[in-house]
Structures are given as C-alpha cells and as structure tokens.
C-alpha cells in the first residue's frame, strides 16, 4: 500500500461546478497536509496549507483534514477553465531531528469544459 | 521578488554521465530540498539542505548528492547517469528545518538521458 493514494484521473467537469479532490494515506504521523496545483512542465504552486485536522478556507477554494479517517480534501467552487490542471496533495511530518521531506500523490489531472 | 530559480531548464545527457543542476532559493528562505518528479507521478523528496548541512535524506542511491552554499543557493549532482533518472528535478526552499511547511518550488530542470 502506498502511502499516499490519489485517483490520477482525468476528471472532467462543467465551467461552474463544484470541484471535490480527494487523497487517502497511511502514515498517522503526517501533520502537515498541502495541495498544489501543477501546470503542464511547470512547478507545483502551493494552494492551500493545514496543520492537523479542520477546514481551510481561502476564496474560492477549501481544504478539509479528517485525521481519524487519514482523509483529506480539497474543494474549488465556481470552477473555471483557468482551474484545469494537475493537483498534487501533499503531507509532511517532523521526525524530531527537523522536518522529512514532503510525500506526494501521484497528482489528479482536472479538466474544466467551458 | 525572485522566486525559486533553478538552471539549467532543459538538459540531455548520456548514460554514465554526471550532471549538476543549481538553485537559488526564494529570498528570505534558507532551506533547499530537491524532489525528482517523473512523468505522471508525484515528486519524490531526495534530500533537503540547511546550514549548509544534509538534513534528511529520501530513498535515492548514494549516486546523488548535494551541496549548499553560503549564500543558501544549492547543487545537485547525479553520477553515473541512467536512463531511469530521466525526470523533472524540483528544487523547493522555505524557511528553517520546518520550511518544507510552506515550500515554493522553482520551474524545475528537465532531465532527458539517452
């Protein structure tokens, strides 16, 4: 099993609608959750970032943590074409000799239709 | 304000080769780590520098290795070239050994062995 599973897609979806991404993982230890967007041959962008469990909020887009079910989310309303990318979570924990590297989904490739 | 530079953008190299790939660090941030992100997957962490010291180490082979300087800006060299080490390369820096926490990454090097 891998640590962190994310469905690669594609998903398609109509200009407007409620985008839900979504990553399972493995490892309770995580405490940092991440998500980032990844155009095609550029950089991941940092969208949204939580500590531990709860909502996240910032304009059009919403990150959810749920730590007892290792689950995490990641909503975008009123889609737009712009929004159509690869979306990367991501998780990190502090192993007390300062913090691991970052581990990624395989990243889910979102298409909006205008 | 500059964000993560990396350079080169593009390199093809032969098999058995060495390669360097460099990074700056976004201003203020005096963390690098380095992810290699092959086609369709999620980047995976190598190694993450600060002080000028090799802080945490992911699972690649004793052939990669790193440096960072005085001025933060960090290297990455790959010996004895594979195929398989054809990938993005993303350097990602923040601040403190924490700083993986709210990383920005650069646009990458692309990696083509032949």
């Known amino acids: 099993q891998k640590e962190v599973e994310q469905d690669p897609g594609p998903l398609s979806v109509p200009e407007g609608a409620i985008v839900s991404l979504n990553c399972t993982y493995s490892?309770?230890?995580?405490?940092?959750f991440m998500w980032y967007r990844q155009y095609s041959r550029k950089g991941p962008e940092l969208l949204m970032y939580?500590?531990?469990?709860g909502n996240k909020e910032d304009g059009r887009f919403t990150a959810q943590v749920d730590k007892s079910s290792k689950y995490i989310s990641l909503f975008i309303r009123d889609s737009q074409p712009s929004d159509s990318a690869t979306y990367l979570c991501?998780?990190?924990?502090?192993?007390?000799?300062?913090?691991?590297?970052?581990?990624f989904g395989k990243g889910t490739h979102l298409i909006i239709q205008p | 304000d500059a964000g993560v530079t990396q350079s080169p953008t593009h390199l093809i190299k032969t098999r058995g080769q060495q390669v360097t790939l460099r990074c700056s660090p976004k201003?203020?941030?005096?963390?690098v780590s380095w992810y290699q992100q092959a086609l369709g997957q999620g980047p995976q962490f190598i190694f993450q520098?600060?002080?000028?010291?090799?802080?945490q180490r992911g699972n690649f082979p004793d052939r990669f290795s790193g440096h960072q300087f005085p001025n933060y800006s960090s290297e990455l060299n790959v010996n004895a070239l594979l195929l398989g080490d054809s990938a993005l390369y993303l350097c990602?820096?923040?601040?403190?050994?924490?700083?993986?926490?709210?990383?920005?990454f650069g646009q990458g090097t692309r990696l083509t062995v032949v």
């Open positions: 939580t500590y531990s469990s």
């Open positions: 490892n309770s230890a995580f405490q940092y």
């Open positions: 201003s203020g941030h005096d963390t």
């Open positions: 991501a998780m990190g924990h502090d192993s007390g000799g300062g913090a691991d590297g970052l581990t």
């Open positions: 990602a820096s923040g601040l403190g050994t924490l700083g993986f926490a709210e990383a920005f």
């Open positions: 520098y600060y002080e000028e010291e090799e802080r």
